[in-house]
Each structure stands twice: as C-alpha cells, then as structure tokens.
C-alpha cells in the first residue's frame, strides 16, 4: 500500500538512480580503461594489474562500507531533523576514512611485494613482474580513494548525486589522458597506468574536499585542518560501518583467495576470470546504483519514523532493480563479442571469458538484487550484524567451498569457481534476507529515534 505523503518523490528518486548509474560506470571504466590500454602489453599484463586490483577494490570495499555507516547515521539524523548532528557525523566520517587510509597506504607501501606472494600463491614471473610495478605506484591513491568513498556517500546523503557523477566523469577523463600519455608517449607499460590512475583520483578527491567545504551546503564541513574525534559519533558511525566493511573485507578476501584457485589453471584462466570480473562490475552498475540510493532514501526515512514509507520504498527499489538488470544484461550478452575483441584475446581465452559471465549473468538476473540490494535495506535501518554474519557464511561455504569442490575435485575448472558464485551463494544469501526482512527484526535496530 503506497502511504498519502512520501519523503521522496518519483522525480526525487529518477533523480538520485540515473546520476549514480552514470558515476558507478564511470568509476568501474578507470579500470576497464587500464587493462584495455594495458593489454597492448600483453595478456601478462592484463593479469598481473588485475591481480593487484582486486586488493585495491578490497579496499575500496572497505571505505565505502565505513561510508556508508556513516551515511547512514547522518541520514538518520537527517530524517529526524537533527542538522547539527548530521553535519557533525559528515565530518567525523571525512576524518575517519582519511585517518585509516593513510595508515594503509603505508602498510601497502611496506608489504607490497609480501602480500602479492602469499595472496595468490605461485604465479608466474612475468605476471608478478608486472604486478609489482603496478601496486608500488596504485598504493598511492590509497588516501584519495578514502577521501573520495566519504565524500561520495557525504553528497548522496544530501540527496546530490549529479556532483560525484560530474567528479567521475572527470577522473575518467584524466585517467585516460593519463593513460595514453605514459603509457604510449613514455612506454611506461603497467607503471604508466597506476601513476594515470594516482593522478585521477587525487584530482577527484581534492576538488571533493573544496566543495564540501561550502558552508551552504547541508552537510558541510568545518574548515580547519584540526580536527577532535567525537568518540560517542565516532563510535554510531563505526556500529554501523565496521561490520559493513568486515563483511567486504572477508568478501574480497575470500575472492582473492579464490584467485589463488584461478591461478591453478594458467594465464588464459586468470585473463579470462579478470576479464569477466570486470564484466561482471559493469553488469551490476544498475543494481549498485540502487544498493547506495536505497540508503539514502531507506534512512531518511527511518530517520522520520515512518516504517510504512521504509516498506514501500523497499518494494519499489527492488522492482526497479529487476528490470534495470534484465535491460542492462541482456545488451552486454548481445555486444559480448564487440567487447571481447577490445582486449586482442586468444580463441580459448575469449571462449573461457564468454562461458564465465553467462553464468554470471544467469545469477545476476535472478538472484543479484534480493542478495545484495535488500540487505542494504536493513543496513538502512540499522540492522548491520546479520547481513555480515549471514555474508560470511555464504561466502566460505557456498562462495569458497563451493569452488574448491566444483573446480578442483570435480575438474570443472574456472568455470565451476562462478557457477558457485552465482548460483549457490546468492541464492542462500537471498533466501536468508528475505527471511530476515519479512520477520521484522531490523524494526528493531534503528539506531536514531525519529518524530514518528
């Protein structure tokens, strides 16, 4: 039943989905663009920086978790209209996410070499080579992507989507200049893209930090370069961040791991699984857009105590979802062969990528948004604990132990590893989190009391 008076019109929330489609494409294209422009290296290449990405989405993973707990405080706050203290959880966010990336840039900066042999076991040395080279120059854009994950959730918090959008696109902008420039005009090879890459993001991050300090808008922040830590609002921001970023801490530890069962079956499986992964990210820009708007909008509305509203919201967020992904995946699956023939791949590593993101696109059409979109509702509420223990769950006993099973005792290979992914994992997480929804718990868990 749709309530008489809603917190956020349909144009409100065209508004809020359309421009974070836009800037999660854009995001995930620094990527695509590095092994696109990589691959004239050589499929060597291509695995060592895929390799080396999936830490630096682990921790992107990690500052966008804290990010959102912090969004989801102030958005509560929001709700409830406690302006004073939304701006205050804002800024002890900021300050959060920089303190922690800083100090792991500097662990990345001293481990480099240690993490890329004990994460993925024995690789071959042409691709740690040019792994190598890739991590030492990307951990330096370990501090802008904290600064830019709080930034981004800042600005969604204030329902203002259409800045961090413009943001992307111009990251994406120096980022291929950058690439073309060091790259091919200075033959820097793998090197040359992380320094594109450091230069794009910093760019993104400070013109972020200069617009949050604008004093009209409604969740500014102070302009000093001093900053004490509120440990009460520190302590609401990591209750609700911290089990978030556990959960995709051992999320894309646990995938990384999974990499170290890829690299049991050569560089054509690795090339193929970092190829696909890249796909995958691409197919879920629209289910992702709608995971980030549905906590602004779900805690705003928690925020104001309107449970009916929190409901409606859900059902209408999960819909569009849906028919987002179908839309979305049934054009990649036709425009695979185009997109294929960009990376310069052998017959059976183009075929091998082809077979793993069809069983990807099967998972992502009929279980993606119930497994990933609906506990970002009860993240919204406040309900953080069981979504991260019911993740950890899915991922080391469907995710892992699912892929050991399929693709190293009964030799499926690769593509067992996704069949597990897609299939047995989601669809346990699925079925848990709609249980849990339909029970009503996370009423329970709403961490700021509002006027309903």
Known sequence: MKPEKLLFSKRDVIFLIVPLVIELGLKLIVGLIDSVMVSSIGEA????????????????????????????????YLGARQRREAKQAAGELLWLNILLSAVVMLLVLYSSSWMLTHLFGKIEQEVFLHAQQYFSAAAFSIPAIGIFEAGTAIFRTMNDAKTTMKLSLLMNLVN???????????????????IATVVSRWTAAVILLFLLLDDQKELSIEKT?????????????????VPGGVENGIFQLGKIAILG????????????NAITQTLASLEMIPGSAIQLAIIT???????AGDVSQVQYYNRKLLKISYIAIWGWSL???????????????SEETARLTATLFLWHVLGAVLLWPLAFDLPASLRAAGDVRFPMLASILSMWMFRFGGAYLLAV??????????????????????AVYLFRWHSGKWKSKVLIKGPG
């Open 409 to 430: 005792m009964w030799w499926m290979g690769v593509a067992g590893i996704w069949f597990s992914m897609a299939i047995l994992d989601w669809g346990f997480r699925a």
């Open 331 to 345: 054009l990649l699956v036709v425009g695979l062969p185009v997109i294929l023939s960009l990376y310069h791949l």
């Open 297 to 303: 909008i779900l805690s705003r509305c928690i925020g």
């Open 261 to 272: 069962l890829v690299s049991l079956f050569g560089t054509s499986a690795i090339t193929a």
């Open 176 to 194: 291929g200049v950058g690439n073309a420039f060091f790259i091919y005009g200075c033959g820097m090879g793998t090197r040359g893209a992380a």
């Open 45 to 76: 290449a291509v695995s060592g920086v895929s390799l080396v990405d999936s830490v630096m989405q682990l921790l992107i993973y990690i500052f966008a978790a804290l990010a959102s707990g912090g969004a989801v405080v102030a958005g509560q």
């Open 225 to 241: 370069l001093k900053h004490r830590f509120d440990l009460q609002m520190s302590r609401r921001i990591m209750a609700m961040g």
